[in-house]
């Protein structure tokens, strides 16, 4: 036995003993010894930083089980591990939940190993512990930190998925088709109204250059340009109609809108292009167009019978005879004339949509135009009083009957939609090569968004409709006749202020086709 010591120093064995000891105590890491032949396993050694860990002295630690500075705490994974390893007698490597003298709970980091003797059997456990406590606080930190992480994440993802199903679901319910271009004008996606509406599949169109699609049938050079030169320098385009003769489906007019897409501010060569089918549309108009002609020319000519029979009942009434029935004929007379302007202006319109209202130029004083016409309307209001100032001196050369057409339009307007006011104001000048013309009134305005509409043929004012008659086209005409004069007519309002409605006519422009020309 005295020969297998190990001897530290050629001094005693005590001094050897309290090496050991004062060298324990130096360490910064706990350590403890037990003794598994007494009952219990109790602590038989503890060096000083075991006390410093726990905050027990040496006196309250030793004979003690380990279990103790679990406190309460006993349902710890860590301590079944060491009962398990204990029972094995093997060593083993635990975190424990562990609880200082003064109840402050800290983590401890135990190793625990088995100490057996020359008859292999365990004497004694050694336990090495270290406070991990700050470790596991980053650790639960990070953890902590890692899942609100996760969780962030994944909420994300089923909000982005939301959102492309979102924007799926609209792509798809629109009745128009919808493509995305990418580099060199090529298809990335489409919807499936496109496929529907022109008989192609994915399989012919993704990937392809647009213009390379079905039989080259975008390959348009006015939308090329759209696409290729205008678009990068103006986003968007709008309105560019195409008319096309489709192999699958037949003669086609689409209106086609392009966007390039701004992804994280970066154009990156996408462009959306909308592409609507007006065909229909167009048919539909047409229908209406050729029923307002044929409706127009059939109530005219009975009407001008029913004036000629009204003329003759006037002539055959004898003067001053019978008042009574004069009045009314006179009356009667009076209406006619009202439905038969009605009836001319919507022939008016049917003329110009196919093109047809015919222009007879020839010089005239347009000033003496513009008094007699102001004089003609001024006769037929009581409410109102229109004022003129300004001159032109200009003899115009141009369609009399149409610009007076256009001056009546415009001070008829501005009586009926001022009913509060007394005054219409009109003034003539000439600007360069220009006569204009200015009707003013104080009224009831238009907003913004119905100046841009007014012109449009049948549109009327919502608000206003019920309270003033009228058909909505009288601007549409102005504007067109005014046009057909290289002239333009256009209108400045502030809702509930009153509306300016201005009109300029080169007086110098070109002699070619002046005559009975055909707009
Ligand atoms: P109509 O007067 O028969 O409705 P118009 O084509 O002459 O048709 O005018 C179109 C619409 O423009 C009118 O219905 C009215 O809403 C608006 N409008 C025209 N002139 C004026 C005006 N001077 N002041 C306010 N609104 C006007």
Known sequence: MEEKRFFLSN???????????????????SIILTDNQQPDNPIIFCNKAFEVMTGYTRNEIIGRNCRFLQGNDRQQEGRFRIKEAVEKGESITVELRNYRKNGSQFWNELYMSPIRNQNNQ????????????????IEAELHSEREMLEKRVHERTLNLKASEEYQRSIVETVRESLMVLGQDIKVISANEFFYKTFRVSPKETVSKSLYELGNGQWNIPSLRYLLEKVLPNNNPFENFEVEHDFPNIGKKIMVLNARRIDVEGNYKNRILLAIEDISERRQADIRKDDFLSVASHELK?????VKGYIQMLEIMIPARQDQKLFEITHKADNYINKLSGLITDLLDVSKLRAGKLELSKKPFDFDAMISSCVETVQAGTKSHTIDVTGQTEITFDGDENRIEQVMTNLLTNAIKYSPDATRVAVHLNVINEFVKVTVTDFGLGINEEDQKKIFERFYRVGSIQ?????????LYVCEQIVKSHNGSLWVESEEGKGATFSFTLPYLFNNQNQNDAEI
């Open 11 to 29: 001094k005693s064995l005590a001094d050897d003993f309290n090496l050991l000891i004062t060298a324990l105590n130096a360490s910064s890491t």
């Open 122 to 137: 365990i004497t004694h456990f050694i336990g090495v512990q270290n406070d991990i406590t700050s470790r596991k606080k």
């Open 301 to 305: 000519t009975p009407l001008t019978t």
């Open 466 to 474: 019920k309270d003033f008659p009228g058909m909505g086209i009288g």
